[in-house]
């Protein structure tokens, strides 16, 4: 059968759409129908229900009328009654449609440039679509482009088949772009909307240089060498934590590169930033202390609970440790997840001399002693009265200087102290109206009962609707940065899982749980944590 030139055009407009836009031939054809089904409603009625046909391989239009079969016809527009759609078509139920050929159309100018619109329209959204299908899996890969145009400091880069944008605050400082300029960019993220797909692009993203290094290090992309964490500071320095998972491969030494080839492949791409490669370890003060390299670490003290930890360097390291504007401490922060604080010897030996006072004058106000039995007690190691009341009497009385008599009297004082104390918190925690019967749960003294008292939780019911966060605070960490939230119990010491301990049984006391309930929970297997070997201790860094 020979295809007219009108229906043979048709057909090729459609192939050419398809091509152009990068679109599926199937598409393009179900737009013209859609948009013939449109024209045809403005010359039949809109109320009218029309379906248009396109033969894919003839370019055929078939115009139909569609009747929906009904008992009772409502609409003659729309319905038909099932005795005269049985006239047609004996077998036809209820629900179905019957359709009515119409015959062919000329398009007017008001009607060919409605169905041009839909036509245009169809096409835009599926082109769109395509789009963000294309690129919504490409999330996490490094794409290369070409600069099409530079607006207020954002960079809109063609990526072929699609257009993406790296935004001002995503390119590296000092870096210019021209039209026409290749560019390596990090795709971070896909969003589908009004417009159409929009593609975001970074040079300044962590993970940027995490996926450089790949492409540079063939152990990294082999998964032999496993880049742990990556903190940047774009344009001037970043730190970046590796491990091998063969022993016989030294991870530092292999993104150095011979003659440091590799990172300088990537330092090039990224406008010269300096790059610290560091040996990342399971142990956190040996990761602390490589991370904050150049400087050396003279003791770090570790506060596991609050992911906080004190790093002690010798009075002319500490510049070094900090860094330019604190950079290479908020990088080692940035790199190992610990909020850092840096003091020198002096420092540290000025605040524990604090400390050694402030427990002095405890002990003199408490025990009711002298300066020089209280400067005993403390330097050994006694920090609070509970201590000398609570431990045992030998260890008082092995100090020098001290005899059984004399443990036996500053145990007794201690006491006396601590017995008064607690009549006196007593009192204030009748006042507050704290429930008796929170003292059923193991761990919360009356120090703590009158704090949480001054925080509204004086009731059962309302320690059982606490979490452990509220009652120990907690940290949360924004751009490197951590911020410490106090809990109602903070200075207490109060261990997480103590908390939660206590937090558990007020929810038993209060009726919300079983005891069996929490056994049943307890006793669902577990995912066992499988922790690597730390690597030979080896910075490499590039200045």
Not at 40 to 48: D, K, L, N, P, V
Not at 238 to 255: E, L, Q, R, T, Y
Not at 282 to 295: E, K, M, R, Y
């Amino acid at each position: 059968m020979a295809v007219s030139a009108n229906r043979l055009e048709l057909l090729q407009i459609a192939d050419a759409v398809a091509r152009e836009k990068s679109i599926d031939r199937e598409i393009v054809i179900s737009a013209m129908a859609d948009a013939i089904e449109k024209a045809a409603r403005s010359r039949y009625g809109m109320e009218t229900n029309v379906h248009a046909e396109v033969n894919p391989k003839t370019g055929d239009i078939n115009l139909k009328r569609l009747l929906e079969v009904v008992e009772e016809v409502d609409d003659h527009t729309t319905q038909i009654s099932l005795e005269l759609a049985r006239d047609k078509e004996p077998t036809i139920e209820l629900g179905d449609y019957v359709s009515d050929p119409l015959p062919p159309m000329d398009f007017g100018r008001i009607a060919a440039q409605s169905a041009k619109q839909v036509i245009v329209q169809k096409v835009r959204d599926a082109e769109r679509e395509r789009q963000f299908e294309e690129f919504k899996d490409r999330i996490g890969e490094i794409v290369n482009g070409t600069v099409k145009r530079v607006e207020y400091g954002n960079v809109i880069v063609d990526l072929g088949r699609g257009e993406a944008i790296i935004r001002r605050d995503e390119t590296i400082p000092r870096e210019n772009f021209r039209y026409g300029d290749r560019v390596r960019a990090y795709m971070y993220d896909v969003r589908r909307e009004q417009r159409g797909p929009q593609i975001f692009l970074s040079r300044t993203h962590p993970e940027f240089m995490a996926k450089l290094f790949a492409m540079e290090v063939p152990e990294i992309y082999d998964s032999v060498i496993e880049i742990k964490s990556v903190a940047r500071d774009a344009g001037s320095r970043a730190k970046i934590a590796v491990i091998s998972n063969d022993s016989s491969i030294d991870p530092v030494g292999a993104c150095v590169g011979m003659r440091g080839s590799r990172v300088q492949a990537v330092v090039g791409e990224l406008q010269g930033e300096k790059i610290d490669i560091i040996p990342w370890s399971p142990d956190a003060a040996s990761f602390i202390v490589n991370a904050l390299q150049p400087a050396e670490v003279a003791k770090v003290v570790l506060d596991e609970e609050a992911e906080r930890i004190e790093v002690v360097v010798p009075d002319d390291q500490l510049s070094l440790a900090i860094g330019r504007r604190g950079q290479n401490v908020r990088l080692a922060s940035q790199l190992t997840g610990w909020d850092i604080d840096i003091m020198t010897e002096l420092e540290e030996s000025e605040r524990r001399q604090a400390e050694f006072e402030t427990s002095t004058n405890a002990f003199t106000d408490a025990l009711n002693v002298d300066e020089m039995v209280a400067q005993l007690l403390s330097s050994e190691g006694f920090s609070s009265v509970e201590e000398v009341a609570y431990v045992d009497a030998l260890e008082i009385a092995s100090i020098e200087g001290f005899d059984d008599e004399t443990a036996e009297e500053l145990q007794a004082r201690a006491k006396e102290f601590i017995d008064r104390q607690e009549t006196e918190l007593d009192e204030e925690r009748k006042k507050l109206g704290v429930d008796e019967a929170l003292r059923e749960l193991t761990g919360l003294t009356t120090p703590m009962m009158v704090a949480l008292g001054k925080e509204e939780i004086k009731t059962m019911e309302d320690f059982a609707g606490c979490a452990a966060d509220d009652l120990i605070g907690w940290t949360e960490r924004k751009d490197g940065e951590a911020t410490r939230f106090p809990g109602y119990l903070d200075g207490f010491n109060v261990p997480r899982v103590d908390a939660e301990q206590m937090v558990m049984s007020a929810r038993i006391k209060a009726g919300w749980v079983t005891e069996e309930e929490l056994a049943a929970a307890a006793e669902e297997p577990e995912v066992e944590e499988v922790v690597e070997a730390e690597p030979a201790p080896r910075t490499g860094r590039i200045f």
